[in-house]
């Protein structure tokens, strides 16, 4: 551990807690690697505007890999420097079959999400996470039908994202089921009832590798902490992959080191280890 020179870490269950906080021990352990020249780098199936704004003010902050992958952004410059997309026909194509499924569904365009104003009406019966439900209402243009939205913008999607009801039987077979129908796109998930879909190249993992290339380090000199599927790739192609002990079983399969969980400062716990032999 001691020639680590960038660390990502994914934000929901990994480095916030449940309550979507940032604890004391996490904050000091990342402001003393970052004094100390290591790169943070915040890698969520977030986009930018949805960062706490905490994270977004640190002075320390120079890229982020945002939307799981799918957009690296210069913070400093505000200045989207990798972007892998969705092709609006897809788009179109999976939400049309997404309308004969009982599930609600968003997507990014441009750094902001948007869902149809009944589906976030109605989003309290699947979002069953209180912080997680507040995010996507703060976080969501309602507009009346998101299919004409896409047509009428004609842009390409940075994800899409369904929610079921509290089935994770059936949200396991749909994952299943959208991978084998559309080959071209990578799915992942972050949350119990939820699907993330992004473009095929469009992973934390490839970000990483491409980032370590654009800074010149080698990726054995990355660290990544994550707990989801969609952490799966960056946990596996990072120097050292560290998984929450409230990871998923294939997360914690994947990783080198497991940390405590979320609510026990895990990040900062495994940071101060890194730190100390830098």
Same mark, same amino acid.
Request: glycine share 6%.
């Given at each position: 551990?001691?020639?680590?020179?960038?660390?990502?870490?994914?934000?929901?269950?990994?480095?916030?807690?449940?309550?979507?906080?940032?604890?004391?021990?996490?904050?000091?352990?990342?402001e003393k690697a970052a004094n100390l020249g290591i790169e943070l780098i915040p890698a969520t199936g977030r986009f930018y505007l949805a960062l706490p704004e905490e994270i @977004?003010?640190?002075?320390?902050?120079?890229?982020?890999? !945002?939307? +799981?992958?799918?957009? /690296?952004? =210069?913070?400093?410059?505000?200045?989207?420097?990798?972007?892998?997309?969705?092709?609006?026909?897809?788009?179109?194509?999976?939400?049309?079959?997404?309308?004969?499924?009982?599930?609600?569904?968003?997507?990014?365009?441009?750094?902001?999400?948007?869902?149809?104003?009944?589906?976030?009406?109605?989003?309290?019966?699947?979002?069953?996470?209180?912080?997680?439900?507040?995010?996507?209402?703060?976080?969501?243009?309602?507009?009346?039908?998101?299919?004409?939205?896409?047509?009428?913008?004609?842009?390409?999607?940075?994800?899409?994202?369904?929610?079921?009801?509290?089935?994770?039987?059936?949200?396991?077979?749909?994952?299943?089921?959208?991978?084998? @129908?559309?080959?071209?796109?990578?799915?992942?998930?972050? !949350?119990? +009832?939820?699907?993330? /879909?992004? =473009?095929?190249?469009?992973?934390?993992?490839?970000?990483?590798?491409?980032?370590?290339?654009?800074?010149?380090?080698?990726?054995?000199?990355t660290a990544a902490f994550g707990d989801g599927r969609n952490d799966l790739s960056m946990i596996r192609e990072a120097g050292i992959g560290i998984?929450?002990?409230?990871?998923?079983?294939?997360?914690?399969?994947?990783?080198?080191?497991?940390?405590?969980?979320?609510?026990?400062?895990?990040?900062?716990?495994?940071?101060?280890?890194?730190?100390?032999?830098?």
């Amino acid at each position: 551990m001691n020639d680590i020179k960038c660390i990502a870490f994914d934000l929901d269950d990994t480095l916030l807690t449940k309550k979507k906080e940032l604890t004391a021990r996490n904050r000091a352990a990342l402001e003393k690697a970052a004094n100390l020249g290591i790169e943070l780098i915040p890698a969520t199936g977030r986009f930018y505007l949805a960062l706490p704004e905490e994270i @977004r003010e640190w002075p320390y902050l120079h890229y982020a890999i !945002l939307i +799981n992958g799918a957009q /690296i952004l =210069d913070v400093q410059k505000q200045e989207t420097i990798y972007s892998k997309e969705i092709p609006v026909e897809t788009a179109l194509d999976v939400f049309s079959w997404f309308d004969t499924l009982p599930v609600i569904y968003d997507c990014y365009v441009d750094g902001w999400g948007y869902m149809n104003k009944a589906m976030l009406d109605s989003a309290h019966e699947y979002i069953i996470n209180e912080p997680s439900l507040q995010l996507v209402r703060s976080k969501r243009t309602p507009i009346p039908e998101l299919k004409a939205f896409l047509i009428q913008k004609q842009r390409s999607c940075q994800k899409l994202q369904l929610f079921t009801k509290k089935d994770i039987a059936f949200r396991d077979e749909l994952i299943d089921m959208i991978s084998e @129908r559309y080959p071209m796109l990578a799915v992942s998930s972050s !949350l119990p +009832n939820n699907i993330e /879909i992004n =473009d095929k190249n469009a992973t934390k993992g490839n970000a990483l590798l491409w980032l370590a290339g654009y800074l010149g380090l080698d990726v054995q000199q990355t660290a990544a902490f994550g707990d989801g599927r969609n952490d799966l790739s960056m946990i596996r192609e990072a120097g050292i992959g560290i998984a929450m002990e409230n990871a998923h079983p294939d997360v914690k399969a994947a990783a080198d080191f497991i940390t405590g969980s979320c609510e026990e400062d895990g990040v900062g716990i495994m940071i101060e280890t890194i730190t100390d032999n830098a």
